[in-house]
């Protein structure tokens, strides 16, 4: 593994920590159902970072190869439990059809492992985990009235954070051009590294002050329902 990817996945550790670290508070603040599944997204993507420097460090190619699919794998699991806690913020979200939704991809995630090579189901994870994450893009939009309500002033940092998301597309297919693997472990090329890290870290810190933003916007939002409430009575 080159020492840029290493640099890149332990900085992106450290920042999912603190993502991890903010919801639980929240968690404990607030009780509020979106941060159990925030903080499973964080935890997810946290043990989805760890899994590729581990194999690194392993010499048995099949714990290696499992390693490889661990990490496409939780990368994936993580985002939809992060979308999931972030949409109910503004929408309702159905239980029973994310759960089915996340039942069917392990399903098939252990179906492919099992009967394929572990490179389709790399490629597999990547796949869904972009167009789970395409959602953010076209969800906002169809719940126009409701998403501007909730986000407040928070939504200048929803665009900055789908803005840096919108390079990750273009780089992912760059590196599949160049014939490189799911998150470079492989690669030596230190501008594809760069290009291809620095938007996932800058993304993973700019939604990080989203949710803290966003969590201040609506504590503020309620505080002064309860006064008007409080006045009126």
Known sequence: MNDLVLLSLIIIIFIRVVGL??????????????????????LF???????????????????????????????SLGTIFI????????MTVSFKKMVSLIII??????????????????TFCALFMNLI?????????I????????MGRSIIWYYASVL???LFFPVSIIIALQGEGYGLYSADDPVLIMFNYIPIITTSILFIIL??????????????ELKDNTLTI
């Open 211 to 224: 949710l803290v933003h966003l969590e201040y916007t609506t504590s503020s939002r309620k505080q002064l």
């Open 83 to 90: 979308l999931w806690g972030f949409f109910k913020y503004f």
């Open 164 to 166: 840096m998301l919108s």
């Open 21 to 42: 670290g903010i919801s639980i508070d929240f968690l404990n603040g607030t009780r509020a159902e979106k941060f159990k599944f925030l903080t499973l997204g964080w």
């Open 45 to 75: 993507w946290i043990l989805g970072a760890l899994a590729p420097i581990v194999s690194n460090l392993v010499e048995n190619i099949y714990l290696k190869e499992f390693l490889l699919v661990l990490n496409a794998f939780l990368a």
């Open 143 to 150: 719940k126009k009235k409701s998403f501007k309500k909730f």
């Open 105 to 122: 991809f392990i399903i098939i995630v252990v179906l492919f492992f099992l009967i394929t090579d572990y490179t389709v189901v790399i």
């Open 133 to 141: 994450l395409i959602s953010t893009y076209v969800i906002p939009p």
